[in-house]
């Protein structure tokens, strides 16, 4: 309102300009004069119009966040109101939240930093434009000594997890804490887990999940049998994949990063032809949703439709709490592939602040508090106490519906907690364990680590290379890794676009720069 105002104001006060002028154009018939006249009063008219964008000095800063979400909440305005409300109290600042869902986020994400559209902090993610935007010059780099003075907390929360979002000694970003590992498997629904007799704690196989599958697809003829875990995610990618990324997939360390620090064409391997070649497989018999690749509900939000049975997902121990929050439908999570850390699961989200933002020294405060204020994590992740949620008599922790309500009536189940500052100050959802942030804490030390964690590639260098490659892998990849497309005939056709797009050279680059990392090391 307060904005809206300044314009109205900012309009008469242009519109007097322009009726000023015209006075002195008329009466004195002089064209150089009428010409001054009206360069002075277009600055003024500037000016204003400057002015009005910035809020005034006795209204506390607005900061504008925006993060991706699966599904949208109801009562977003009711939580945003609350949250905001406590955030002033605390630091002297408003928070507008943007949450956005589909495959286009970062497209919007772009839009708004180019247009110069107001937005102080986004979730970025080290498995997505991460490393670009840090190239592009999306992202502000932010000196450690002022995050200790605006955010000291958070960077202490952070520790050695900084470091994968560290280049040439600026910061930009902080990793949320959350599941620092991810293993590879299925979210099943809890009734087809026991039609199939499928045993959740002693994991799978693919030869398992073959034999699944096949009995899934002949009992429930209503039902897809699977999915990826989201639109623009490949069942590779959601299940299979046992290497470390590097950043980006152009060059990667095969076997989770175990053995010589030696980066890989992945696209060349017998592994990756492998993956495809299962997919295809599972794609021509009908297992896998039909338009994964391009749907926009692909994820949680198809398998809240009850339309399929199961869904290819990265496993952590508050998954299926999470999903069956999300979607309604009670559901397990059975392991495929083991627990597995590098860089970019570390920076799989990271809040991040745009090189737009007019006050990073009052969105540092904002993260602070997501990093070490119960009460500001929790209003966001779980909305308000006695509307969405309420306390389990005798328990600080368990949380659960409040009376008369529940998934289909409740106007905000995000149970993102994974999605904002540190996961372990979070309540606990009652059908999860009251130890559960403590599960986390040993999930994420015992999992593999890549010998290269830590390790961040600066693509500067080859931005011309990368961004041909990016171009390749676009046309070809979800496709291919979702089964869409034969193999046999357009795998040699993307493996010979990288060539041409210049893989081998950025491959070289990333050779050089991780030999230097370790080296370093």
Not at 189 to 196: G, P, V
Not at 205 to 221: N, Q, S, Y
Request: hydrophobic letters at 35%.
């Amino acid at each position: 309102k307060g904005e809206d105002t300044m314009k109205k104001k900012a309009l008469s006060k242009m519109a007097a300009v322009i009726l000023a002028v015209s006075t002195v154009l008329c009466a004195c018939g002089n064209e150089s004069r009428g010409q001054a006249e009206a360069e002075k009063e277009e600055q003024a008219d500037q000016t204003v119009a400057e002015e009005s964008k910035e809020p005034a000095a006795d209204e506390p800063y607005t900061i504008v966040y925006a993060f991706d979400v699966w599904v949208q909440q109801a009562d977003w305005d009711l939580v945003e109101e609350n949250l905001s409300n406590i955030v002033e109290e605390k630091i002297g600042a408003k928070v507008e939240l943007l949450p956005m869902t589909g495959a286009n986020y970062q497209q919007q994400i772009n839009l708004m930093i180019s247009s110069g559209e107001k937005l102080d902090l986004y979730n970025a993610s080290a498995r997505t434009t991460f490393s670009s935007d840090i190239t592009s010059n999306k992202i502000m780099g932010l000196d450690e000594e002022m995050i200790r003075q605006y955010a000291p907390d958070a960077l202490k929360e952070e520790g050695e997890f900084i470091n994968a979002t560290t280049i040439g000694g600026k910061i930009y970003g902080f990793p949320t804490i959350r599941d620092m590992a991810n293993a590879y498997g299925l979210i099943i629904r809890n009734d087809m887990a026991e039609k199939y007799g499928v045993d959740v704690e002693s994991g799978m196989t693919i030869d398992d999940l073959d034999d699944l599958f096949a009995r899934i697809k002949e009992g429930e003829p209503d039902k897809y049998v699977t999915q990826p875990q989201g639109q623009g995610t490949s069942i590779l990618e959601s299940l299979f994949k046992t290497y470390d990324s590097l950043g980006d997939d152009m060059g990667v360390l095969m076997e989770w990063g175990q053995g010589e620090l030696k980066v890989e064409n992945l696209f060349e391997t017998d592994y990756y032809e492998e993956c495809i070649q299962k997919a295809r497989e599972w794609n021509e018999k009908g297992y896998i949703l039909p338009d994964a690749s391009t749907n926009p509900d692909t994820g949680v939000s198809y398998f809240k439709t009850g339309k399929v049975a199961s869904t290819l997902s990265l496993i952590h121990p508050g998954v299926p709490t999470d999903n069956s929050n999300m979607t309604g439908i009670p559901c397990s999570a059975v392991t495929v592939n083991p627990a597995f850390t590098n860089t970019q699961q570390v920076g799989a989200i990271i809040q991040t602040i745009p090189v737009t933002c007019q006050n990073p020294e009052k969105v540092l405060e904002f993260i602070n508090l997501l990093y070490s204020d119960a009460e500001v994590y929790n209003a966001l992740t779980w909305g308000i106490e006695g509307k969405h949620y309420q306390h389990v008599d005798g328990s600080e922790k368990w949380i659960t519906y409040p009376d008369g309500v529940d998934a289909d009536t409740s106007g905000y189940t995000l149970s993102a907690t994974y999605a904002f500052g540190n996961r372990y100050l979070s309540y606990i959802w009652e059908t999860d364990p009251e130890e559960l942030n403590e599960r986390f804490m040993e999930f994420n030390n015992n999992a593999i680590q890549s010998k290269a964690l830590g390790f961040v590639f600066d693509s500067t260098a080859v931005k011309t290379e990368t961004a041909a490659v990016k171009a390749a892998m676009d046309e070809y990849r979800l496709s291919l890794e979702n089964g869409t497309i034969d193999p046999k005939e357009n795998l040699p056709k993307f493996r010979q676009a990288l060539k041409d797009a210049g893989i081998d050279t950025v491959i070289a680059e990333k050779q050089r720069q991780l030999d230097e990392w370790s080296a370093e090391r």
